[in-house]
């Protein structure tokens, strides 16, 4: 299971920042940089990053200091956010840099965007992002929601080339009731796709529980605030290992 931490960014800086051992208060960085540097010091993989000014000003504002973040890991990062047109995503991989992009379907579904993207970038640089809401995606076409069973329109995603979701599972987002786990399996089971979950894990428990679940198509979990707050035992360990660190100037 590839533990992948998320950054959420807005004005140029981290929304989130780690919370140290006493003592380090003040010392953990907001810049995106410095942050990405601290997942990467810690053993991260690949990192999810969430650039929350996409919806109004896309990612032309952004592109140097989110290249500074690509250019300063040697890791896969893959980017989020609300793309509104193709050339966004193009900008995103060709001039930014990241290794993929996280888009929603309900943008690139008309005119066969989604299919030129595809046929253009291949289907391990596009993700799609599933929000879903007891197994269905709510989507507001006209001002009126529609309810869209989630599982079908993976399928459809799948058949299209598709071969990765980004899933949110909203509902458990809010009332942290861990893993939607029947869901996970019966997308899986149904469409082949493969699966980053994001969010939903409260503990090591339940990194244990996708861990199990559907190894082969179940990979990835993108986690934010559980890893912010120190939820895991070993990041007592990397915190009093960074204290050191930050008091000899060593670190970021």
Not at 43 to 69: I, M, S, T
Not at 89 to 117: N, S
Not at 159 to 167: H, I, P, S, W
């Amino acid at each position: 299971m590839l533990v992948i931490p998320a950054m959420h960014i807005s004005s140029g800086s981290c929304t989130r920042t780690a919370v140290g051992e006493p003592g380090t208060e003040g010392l953990y960085p907001y810049s995106p940089v410095q942050v990405a540097r601290l997942w990467r010091g810690e053993n991260a993989k690949a990192l999810h990053v969430v650039c929350l000014d996409l919806a109004l000003q896309g990612p032309g504002g952004q592109v140097a200091q989110l290249r500074e973040v690509v250019q300063a890991v040697d890791i896969a990062v893959q980017l989020g956010g609300v793309f509104t047109s193709m050339d966004d995503v193009r900008r995103a991989l060709d001039e930014i840099g990241v290794y993929r992009v996280v888009i929603d379907p309900a943008v690139f579904a008309l005119d066969g965007e989604l299919d030129a993207l595809l046929a253009e970038y291949g289907p391990r640089k596009i993700v799609v992002a599933l929000d879903v809401v007891d197994g269905e995606i709510i989507s507001k076409e006209g001002g009126s929601p529609i309810r869209v069973d989630a599982t079908a329109f993976a399928f459809r995603l799948a058949n299209a080339g598709v071969q990765r979701v980004l899933v949110t599972e909203k509902e458990t987002q809010e009332n942290i009731a861990g893993p939607p786990v029947n869901f996970l399996l019966c997308l899986v089971e149904s469409t082949n796709l493969s699966v980053t979950l994001n969010g939903s894990v409260r503990h090591y428990r339940d990194l244990k529980l996708l861990q199990n679940l559907h190894p082969r198509k179940i990979d990835s979990v993108v986690l934010d605030e559980v890893l912010y707050a120190n939820v895991f035992p070993c990041q007592r360990i990397w915190r009093l290992a960074e204290q050191k660190l930050f008091a000899q100037h060593k670190l970021l």
